[in-house]
C-alpha cells in the first residue's frame, strides 16, 4: 500500500452495502496500476514503494495508481475526479481495450489477463459495453446503423437488429433522426447516439465515460432517470463517470474519487459528503448542490387523512418521491395547493406544502448533516444542512467538462 | 538503339572503374548490383518466363480490345464511362480531347499507352494496397519497408528499364515491370497513411463492441481510410502514365514512340503531338479516378461530415 496519507482511503469508506448484491461482484478490479511510457514495468514497481505520479516522472505517466474495487451486480458505481486523474484510463481497462500494466480485472469470473482474445470478444460482445467520451461513432453508418453495429458484431439477423436499435433510439429520443448521418447532428444527438448503441447493446455491463457530458440539461435529466430505470428493472451494472458532482450524487449507489492516478475515496454519496476522506475530497464536495442530492421524499410530510388532493384540482400536480429538491420549486409555485408526492407504482404517499418546502431551504438548526441517498427511507421535513450555496440551484451543467 | 544505351552507359561505368579522384577507393557497387541481377536472371529464369507470357498475354489482349473496334465506338465507350463518373461535361470533354489525339494521328498509340498504364497500375494497386495494409497494422513491417520505397521512389525510373531490359528484353513486358516498380510506392504509402489516420476511438468502439481485427479492417479502417486510398489510386496512375514515355526507350509500344523517335531525330512536331496525347490522356485517368473516389458512398458521407 502507498505510503502517502492522503491517498489512503480511509477505513470507514470502503465498500458499505448498497441495494445491489454484493456477494457476486460484476466487475472487480485489483490493485491495477496502468502506466505509459518507457519503463512502466520500473514505474510500477517504484510506486508500490510509495512514489507518486510526480516521482516517476521521468519513467512514464502514471495514469492510474493501485485501483482496487468492486462492482456489485446491478450496482452504479460512479467514478469521479480532476481532468487526467485516470477516469478514462481506468475504464478502458474494464473491458480490455488497455492492458493493465500490473493487477487483474475481472468480468463474472474471466479474468482479463488471462482470457484469450476469442473469450475476451465474447465477452464484450454479451457481458460489456461501453459508450466513449468522445461518441466514437462511424462516421460512414447511418444513426441506425451505429446503434445496431454492436448486435450486427453479435450476429444477430438483420430485421432483428434494426427493430432493437431503434428502440434503443426512440429511448434515446431519436426516433426520428435513423437515417441521419452522425454529421449531420449535433453534439448531445450525437452522444445520445453513443448511447443508444451501448444500450442497444443489451449487456449486463454499462462503461460509460462521461456519457451524459454534452447534453442539454432537460434531456440529461431524462437520461438519469432512464439509466436509473434500467437499473432497477434490469438489474444492470453500469459504471459511470462524471465532472458533475449532482449527477455522482443522483445517480451513484457508490462513489470513487480519484486523483493523479489513485482512487482516494469510495463510498455513498452520503459518506462522501459527511465523512470526506481528506481536504481534496472535501474541497471536491463543496459545491455540491444540497438540494440535488435531498428528494422530494425527504421533505414530504403524511397526506391529510381522507383528503384525495388530485380530485381538488384538474390539472393535479404531483412529484416522483425521489424528484430532488431543485425540481420541486416550479410545481410548487404553479399552485397554492401543496405538491402531491407519488411512488413509482402512482399512489399518493405525502404531501409538500409550500411552508416545508421553504423550511428545508432553511440552512439547517440540526447539527447533524444528513443527506439523502436514493433509496433510503423517508424522513419527513428536515433542515438542509448549511452550506455557502445560493438555496437556488444552478443549470446542471458539467464542471470542466471535457467534451 | 536500346542496346546502344546499354553499352555507352557500361563504358562510363569502365572508364571511372579507375579512379575516383579521392581517397575512397572504388566501390564497386554498380558490379554488385549487375552480379546480382545476373544471378536473379539466370536462376529464376522460368519464372521469368512465366510472368512474361502472362504480362504479354494480358497486354496483347487488352490493347487488341482497345485498337481493334472503330476509333469512334473506343472513344464514345470511354467518354461515357468519363460522364457516368463525372458528369456530361468531362464525357464531352472526353470526346473533344479523344478527337484531338485521333487528329495527331496517335489514336493507336494512345490506347497501347492506356493498355499498358491499365495493367501495370492495376499490378501495382495489387502489391500495393495488401502492403500498405500490412505496414499500417505492424509497425515493424512498417519500418522495414519504408526504406524501400524511399529507394525506389527516389531511384531514376530510367533505371529500372536496365534490369528489366536484361530479364525481359524489349516490349511491353519490361516497360510494364519498370512502371509496377515506379509506380508502387505511392499505392503503399497512401493505404498506411490512410488505415493510420482512422481515429484511434473509432477503432476502439469496434474492438469494445467485440469485433474481430480483420472485420475492423473492412467495415471501420477501409472503409474511412478509402478517400486516401482513393487518392493513392490516382497517383499510381498518374506516375505509370509518366513512365509511358520512359517504356518507350524500350520498345514498348504507346505513346512513348513518337517521342523517343522525334528525340532521336529532333522531330519537334512528332515530339510534341506524342506528348500534347499523353496529357490528354493524363486529364482523362485523373478526373474520372478522382471522380470515382468522390462518388464512393463512404466519401460521401465523410463529404457531408466536413460540409
Ligand atoms: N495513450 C496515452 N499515452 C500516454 N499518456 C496517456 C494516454 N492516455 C492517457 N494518458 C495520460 O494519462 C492520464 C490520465 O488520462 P485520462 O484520459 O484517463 O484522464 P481522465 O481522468 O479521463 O480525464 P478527463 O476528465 O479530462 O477525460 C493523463 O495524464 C494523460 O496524459
Ligand atoms: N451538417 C449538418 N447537416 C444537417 N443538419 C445539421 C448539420 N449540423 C447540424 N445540423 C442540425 O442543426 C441543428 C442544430 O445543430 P447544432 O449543432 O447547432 O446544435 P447545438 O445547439 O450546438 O446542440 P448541442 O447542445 O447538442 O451541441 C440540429 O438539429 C442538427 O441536426
Ligand atoms: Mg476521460
Ligand atoms: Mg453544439
Known amino acids: 500500500m502507498p505510503a502517502v496519507p492522503t491517498s489512503t482511503p480511509t477505513p470507514g469508506s470502503t465498500p458499505t452495502p448498497g441495494p445491489a448484491d454484493r456477494s457476486r461482484p460484476a466487475v472487480s478490479v485489483e490493485n491495477?496500476?496502468?502506466?505509459?511510457?518507457?519503463?512502466?514495468?520500473?514505474?510500477?514497481?517504484r510506486l508500490t514503494e510509495g512514489a507518486s505520479r510526480d516521482d516517476v516522472k521521468n519513467l512514464g505517466t502514471a495514469a492510474v495508481i493501485d485501483a482496487s474495487f468492486e462492482v456489485a451486480q446491478g450496482e452504479i458505481f460512479v467514478v469521479m475526479g480532476l481532468s487526467g486523474s485516470g477516469k478514462s484510463t481506468l475504464i478502458r481497462m474494464l473491458n480490455g481495450l488497455w492492458k493493465p500494466t500490473a493487477g487483474h480485472v475481472r468480468i463474472g469470473d474471466d479474468d482479463l489477463s488471462t482470457v484469450d482474445a476469442k473469450r475476451l470478444r465474447a465477452l464484450r460482445r454479451t457481458r460489456v459495453s461501453m459508450v466513449f467520451q468522445h461518441f466514437a461513432l462511424l462516421p460512414h453508418r447511418t444513426v441506425l446503423d451505429n446503434a445496431a453495429y454492436p448486435l450486427e458484431i453479435q450476429g444477430m439477423p438483420r430485421e432483428q437488429r434494426i427493430a432493437k436499435a431503434t428502440e434503443a433510439l426512440e429511448m434515446v429520443g431519436l426516433g426520428g433522426w435513423a437515417d441521419s448521418l452522425p454529421s449531420q447532428?449535433?453534439?448531445?444527438?450525437?452522444?445520445?447516439?453513443?448511447?443508444?448503441?451501448?444500450?442497444?447493446a443489451d449487456t449486463d455491463v454499462l462503461l460509460m465515460d462521461e456519457a451524459f457530458s454534452a447534453l442539454d440539461p432537460l434531456i440529461r435529466r431524462e437520461m438519469q432517470e432512464q439509466l436509473l430505470e434500467l437499473q432497477r428493472t434490469?438489474?444492470?451494472?453500469?459504471?459511470?463517470?462524471?465532472?458533475?458532482?449532482?449527477e455522482a450524487m443522483h445517480l451513484g449507489d457508490r462513489i470513487a474519487v480519484m486523483r493523479d492516478g489513485r482512487i482516494v475515496q469510495i463510498g455513498t454519496s452520503e459518506e462522501i459528503l459527511s465523512e470526506p476522506a481528506?481536504?481534496?475530497?472535501?474541497?471536491?464536495?463543496?459545491?455540491?448542490d444540497r438540494t440535488r442530492v435531498l428528494t422530494a421524499q425527504s421533505v414530504m410530510v403524511p397526506p391529510a387523512d381522507g383528503t384525495t388532493y388530485s380530485a381538488t384540482s384538474d390539472d393535479s400536480q404531483y412529484v416522483e418521491q425521489d424528484t430532488p429538491l431543485a425540481e420541486l420549486f416550479a410545481p410548487a409555485a404553479e399552485s397554492a395547493a401543496p405538491l402531491e408526492v407519488h411512488d413509482d407504482a402512482g399512489d399518493l404517499v405525502g404531501v409538500i406544502p409550500r411552508d416545508a418546502l421553504l423550511e428545508a431551504m432553511v440552512p439547517g438548526t440540526e447539527p447533524e448533516t444528513t443527506t439523502e441517498a436514493p433509496g433510503s427511507d423517508a424522513r419527513g421535513a428536515m433542515g438542509a444542512p448549511p452550506t455557502d450555496e445560493p438555496a437556488l440551484p444552478g443549470p446542471a451543467t458539467t464542471k470542466g467538462a471535457t467534451a | 538503339m536500346i542496346t546502344a544505351t546499354a553499352t555507352t552507359a557500361g563504358q562510363s561505368v569502365l572508364a571511372a572503374a579507375d579512379d575516383t579522384g579521392t581517397f575512397v577507393p572504388r566501390l564497386p557497387f554498380g558490379d554488385w548490383v549487375e552480379s546480382a541481377v545476373d544471378w536473379v536472371t539466370t536462376t529464376f529464369d522460368a519464372v521469368f518466363d512465366v510472368v512474361k507470357a502472362i504480362l504479354e498475354g494480358a497486354f496483347d489482349g487488352l490493347e487488341w480490345a482497345l485498337q481493334t473496334p472503330p476509333f469512334i465506338v473506343v472513344a464514345l465507350v470511354l467518354a461515357l464511362l468519363a460522364a457516368l463518373a463525372a458528369g456530361w461535361k468531362l464525357g464531352v470533354g472526353s470526346l473533344v480531347g479523344f478527337a484531338v489525339i485521333a487528329g495527331m494521328d496517335q489514336w493507336d498509340n494512345a490506347m497501347a499507352s492506356l493498355t499498358l498504364v491499365i495493367i501495370a497500375s492495376a499490378i501495382a494497386l495489387l502489391i500495393a494496397i495488401p502492403v500498405g495494409i500490412w505496414t499500417a497494422r505492424n509497425d515493424h513491417a512498417s519500418r522495414l519497408v519504408r526504406p524501400v520505397l524511399d529507394f525506389m521512389q527516389t531511384m531514376p525510373a530510367f533505371v529500372y528499364l536496365l534490369p528489366a531490359v536484361v530479364i525481359f528484353l524489349?516490349?511491353?513486358?519490361?516497360?510494364?515491370?519498370a512502371t509496377v516498380i515506379?509506380?508502387?510506392?505511392?499505392?503503399?504509402?497512401?493505404?498506411?497513411?490512410?488505415?493510420?489516420?482512422?481515429?484511434?476511438?473509432?477503432v476502439e468502439a469496434g474492438h469494445a463492441f467485440g469485433s474481430t481485427r480483420g472485420r475492423i479492417l473492412r467495415q471501420i479502417q477501409l472503409p474511412l481510410a478509402m478517400p486516401t486510398i482513393m487518392a493513392g489510386v490516382n497517383q499510381v496512375i498518374m506516375l505509370s502514365l509518366s513512365m509511358v514515355v520512359i517504356a518507350g526507350m524500350v520498345g514498348a509500344p504507346g505513346l512513348g514512340q513518337p517521342v523517343v523517335e522525334s528525340l532521336s531525330r529532333i522531330d519537334v512536331a512528332l515530339g510534341f503531338e506524342g506528348g500534347f496525347s499523353v496529357v490528354i490522356l493524363a486529364i482523362f485517368l485523373d478526373r474520372v479516378t478522382s471522380?470515382?473516389?468522390?462518388?464512393?458512398?463512404?466519401?460521401?458521407?465523410?463529404?457531408?461530415?466536413?460540409?
Open chain 1, 185 to 200: 447532428l449535433s453534439g448531445g444527438m450525437r452522444q445520445r447516439v453513443g448511447l443508444a448503441r451501448a444500450l442497444a
Open chain 1, 32 to 45: 491495477v496500476y496502468k502506466v505509459f511510457g518507457r519503463r512502466p514495468v520500473k514505474a510500477v514497481q
Open chain 2, 182 to 202: 515506379f509506380a508502387l510506392a505511392p499505392g503503399v504509402r497512401f493505404t498506411e497513411l490512410g488505415i493510420r489516420q482512422v481515429d484511434a476511438e473509432i
Open chain 2, 170 to 177: 524489349t516490349g511491353a513486358v519490361p516497360g510494364i515491370v
Open chain 2, 291 to 307: 471522380a470515382l473516389a468522390k462518388r464512393s458512398p463512404v466519401a460521401k458521407a465523410l463529404a457531408t461530415a466536413s460540409a
Open chain 1, 278 to 288: 481528506n481536504d481534496y475530497v472535501a474541497q471536491f464536495v463543496a459545491d455540491v
Open chain 1, 234 to 246: 434490469l438489474h444492470k451494472t453500469i459504471i459511470f463517470i462524471t465532472h458533475d458532482l449532482n
